[in-house]
């Protein structure tokens, strides 16, 4: 079983940038970003693998926002740019051990509690 823990999230203004963290108590095959919003479904954010670094994102933050690793420390880094007032979400740390990389929710089998982005206009 793997722990995730996010932190980073709080609350900036539109066109700031905010860089959430994630830290495992292991390693998996791949780590991702989603978020959520009340009353919608998880959406994706960005992924990558563990063992090239290779990176995926949701069309919505592209240009945007970038995921980042760090093996040493088991942590994976959202890194937001350019802040949206439609950014505001929950945002969830996500992990695979089965090697799946990429957007499908039922890929991952370890998600964190969730850390709250809210971009005011």
């Known amino acids: 079983q793997v722990q995730l823990v996010e932190s980073g999230g709080g609350l900036v203004q539109t066109g700031g940038s905010l860089r959430l963290s994630c830290a495992a108590s292991?390693?998996?095959?791949?780590m991702a970003w989603f978020r959520q919003a009340p009353g919608k479904e998880r959406e994706f954010v960005a992924a990558?693998?563990?063992?090239?670094?290779?990176?995926l994102y949701g069309e919505s933050v592209k240009g945007r926002f970038t995921i980042s690793r760090d093996n040493a420390k088991n942590s994976v880094y959202l890194q937001m740019n350019n802040l949206k007032p439609e950014d505001t979400d929950v945002y969830y740390c996500?992990?695979?051990?089965?090697?799946?990389?990429?957007?499908?929710?039922?890929?991952?089998?370890?998600w964190g509690q969730g850390t709250q982005v809210t971009v005011s206009s």
């Open positions: 990558i693998r563990w063992s090239t670094g290779g990176t």
């Open positions: 292991g390693r998996t095959a791949a």
């Open positions: 996500a992990a695979s051990d089965r090697g799946f990389y990429g957007d499908y929710v039922n890929g991952y089998d370890y």
